[in-house]
Structures are given as structure tokens and as C-alpha cells.
């Protein structure tokens, strides 16, 4: 329990120094007119109240990714915590933090076009298509999942097919209406849900009969049923995504960054939520790794059920928060990832809006960016996403250590303090190249020589973006 209260205390004090740090590290502006005044459409660019850009900022970063994501990593252990704790801060943080604030520096460019800028024209191309691939990919599978969860609640008495073309329906809408007209109103409820489920859970965990283990030395070991097939690096690194470090992330803040009305606003949207949505994955940790009795209980649980963590999480919240629980994991496990699926469509439509140089402000222009999107992501639900989705975590990772790079270039380039996002980026591109050189969906490779692999291929990483900056390819902007 010590260790657990430990490291919600450290995740706190960390947004208070380090979080404050990152900010004069960027120099913010505080004068400067933000996207959300200087582009005004009323569409995705408008100024909307902080505390709302946080909860929708929240919502979209989340999703399932601290529930899953915690209960699949508390299968390791304790060990999760320190990643948890140490990935959100250092790594996390300064990943939200720069990429949100470099979408609002050049006027809420989607991640893409800032990667472009500082990482050149050719890597731009290979992230138009990555992020854009990688979206569909996530709102194709935030589709059929809620249908199916909403099919078992009722029965199967309507079917997928119904469930999934009414959660598109509202995909849709959400897609092409005003960002205050149905996120703005609908996040703020369904991130306040999510907030109080974790809220109830610690109370629980605080009051109840639990013995959370404690984070010693003894304990920094790999505790999953089998150590050999999952190494803790780097499949803890990768298991643990949301919770800690997500590119994700960063496909999201571009729309927060243009409904931003001062930059000063930057610390609490971008490292605020990247913090809170640390210390809600170390709660569902903690639960999991109690709630079935021990951490190999939960192991031989999840054995059991396939290691399906929505029915994980749904256990968890009504053996711990009894009926309310069940109406709040409903809320959680399928506002979640429908929550998740729409900011995924609108951010695919506003990168293919920059790339296209579309002006958004009529229905008509979003509506024609908007629909092969939704035809090929319904073509999609047609297919099985077992082996795809695996690659989704990997993809996930890689995205975050191609944007910590781009950070990288950006704080070289305007000689600010660059080895805040350097230590990251190495750290991510060794775990990103190992785990897809020893993953049994990548090489299958001994683990000797994936990490020697791994080891060469960052390397590798390293010099060719020495070489790029060295060579002043970096282009300001």
C-alpha cells in the first residue's frame, strides 16, 4: 500500500516541478494569440473553456488505454508501477506537453505536418500514411468492440450489424458537427464517469481489506506466468501504453490545440491529463492486482479468460463497487472506446484536411473527406483484427519515439534544453525495435539477438539523426 500511495504522491509532485520545468524549458507566450482566435471557424477551431479542453483532452488520450493497459501490465508485477510512475513523467509528459504545444505554435497542424517540418519531407509522407492508417485501424476497432459488448448486454436480440451502424451513425456526426456541439457537451459527462469509477476504486482499495504489494527490491521481478515468452523489456513498455507513454496521444492534442485560448494553458491540458491518466492506471494496477487475490491469481485468471481484460475490468468494478460499479463500468467500458473512435475519425479528417489544404468550414467539404473514411472502416468490420490489432500496441510506440524525435529537432534547432526528449526518444526506439525483433507477431528472434538488434538499430536511429541535424536539414517554423 506504501508504494502505491507512494507513487500517486510522486506522479502529483512530478506535474508540479517537472511539468513546470518542461514549460520553461518551451518558453510560452503567454501574449501570443493561440489557433483558436487567430483561425476561428467555429468548426475545430474555436476557444472553449479550460476545464472543458482538459476533460475532452482526457477522454480522448484515455479510453480504455489505462483500464487495459493497467490490468494486462499488473500481470508483471509491481514492476508496473515504476513504469507507470517514471513513463509518465519523464517520457509521457514531455511527449504530451511538446507535441501539444508544437500543434498550437504552428496553428494546430495535425502531428504529421509538424513531424514534416523537422524531420523533413519524407518522413512527413511515411506519417500521412502511418497516422492515417493507424486511425482507421483504431476507430474501425472502437466500432465493432462496443457493438459486441452492447450485443451481450441485449441479448443478441438486435445483432452487430444493427449496434455497429448506429455507433457509426454517431461517428458520423461527431466527425462532421462543431467540436462544441456534441464532444464538447457529451466528454465532460462521460470523463467525469471515468474519473469517479477510478476515484471509487481507490476509496476501496484505501478502506477495504486489500494487500496491495509493495514495490521492493525482491518484487522487481517479472511475475507473469511465463517470464521466458514475456520479457519485461521490453513487453512491459509496450503493455503499459496509455498509462505512460502513447503516440496516440499525439494524433489527439492537435484538436485540443485549437480550442486553446492562452498558452499558459498548455501545462494543465497537455501534462495535466498525460499525469491524471497516470495516477487512474496505477489505481486499476493496484485493483487488479488485489481484486482476485494476488498478482499470479490475477495471471491464472486471466489465463483462464483469455486474457480478456474488458471482462477483467468489468469483474473488477462489481466485486469492488458492487451496482454502482456495473452502471459505471457500462459507462467505461463502452462510452470509453466509442470515445475513443470518434476523436480518431475527426483527427484522420483534420490530417487529411492539411494535406489536402481543405478549408473545414463547410459540410459540404467535411462531409466529402469524411465518408471514405467511414465506407472503408465499415468494409473493415467485415474483417477478423486478432492479428492487426497486435501490431496496433507496437505501431502505438513507435509513433511516440518518431514524435519524441521531432521534439528532439525542434529543441535543438531553437537551442533549448533537447536532452528532456533525446533520453525518451533513445529509450522508446531500443524498446519499439526489440520488442517487434522478439514479439511472436514480429521476428521471433532469441532474445540475445534482439537485443543486440535492438541495440543496433537505435544506434543506427542516433547517427542518422546526428547526421540530419548536423547537416542543418532542420527548417524553422
Known sequence: MISFLLSIVVLVIGYLTYGVFLEKVLGIDKNQETPAYKLRDDVDYTPLPTWK????????????????????G??????????????????????????????????????SEVVGIYLGPRVKQLMRVFT????????????????????????????????VLLILVYYFLSTLLPIDKLIGKLYPIFGLAMLI????????LLTGDYVIPELTLGNLRNMTSNPSETPIFPV????????????????QSPLMARCMRNESNGRVIFTGTMITEGVVALIWAAAAMVCFGDVAALNSTMMANNDNA????????????????????????????????DTAFRSCRLILADILKLDQKKYLKRFYISLPLFVIAFALTQVNFGIIWRYFAWSNQTLAAVVLWTITAYLIFHKKLYIV????????????????LIAPEGFSLNSTYAYWG????????????????????????
Open 310 to 341: 474488458a471482462w477483467a475490468a468489468n469483474e473488477i468494478t462489481l466485486s469492488m463497487l458492487g451496482p454502482v460499479g456495473g452502471v459505471l463500468a457500462v459507462l467505461g467500458i463502452i462510452a470509453a472506446p466509442i470515445t475513443s473512435g
Open 236 to 251: 512491459l513498455f509496450v503493455t503499459i501504453a496509455c498509462g505512460a507513454i502513447s503516440g496516440f496521444h499525439a494524433t
Open 132 to 163: 492515417i492508417v493507424l486511425l482507421i485501424f483504431v476507430g474501425t476497432v472502437f466500432l465493432v468492440g462496443p457493438a459486441k459488448i452492447i450485443e451481450g448486454l441485449t441479448e443478441q436480440s438486435l445483432g452487430v450489424s444493427f449496434w
Open 197 to 204: 469509477m477510478a476515484l471509487g476504486l481507490f476509496v476501496v
Open 74 to 111: 499488473a500481470m508483471f508485477g509491481p514492476s508496473a508501477f515504476l513504469w507507470i510512475v517514471l513513463g509518465s513523467i519523464f517520457a509521457g509528459a514531455t511527449h504530451d506537453y511538446f507535441s501539444g504545444m508544437l500543434s498550437v505554435r504552428h496553428n494546430g497542424l495535425s502531428i
Open 53 to 72: 479542453v482538459f476533460m475532452i483532452q482526457f477522454l480522448n488520450i484515455a479510453g480504455l488505454g489505462p483500464i487495459f493497459g493497467a490490468i494486462a
Open 454 to 477: 535492438g541495440a543496433l538499430i537505435t544506434l543506427s536511429v542516433m547517427g542518422l539523426f546526428g547526421w540530419y541535424v548536423s547537416k542543418g536539414k532542420v527548417q524553422i517554423a
Open 421 to 436: 526528449s533525446l533520453v525518451p526518444a533513445i529509450f522508446m526506439t531500443m524498446v519499439c525495435t526489440t520488442y517487434i
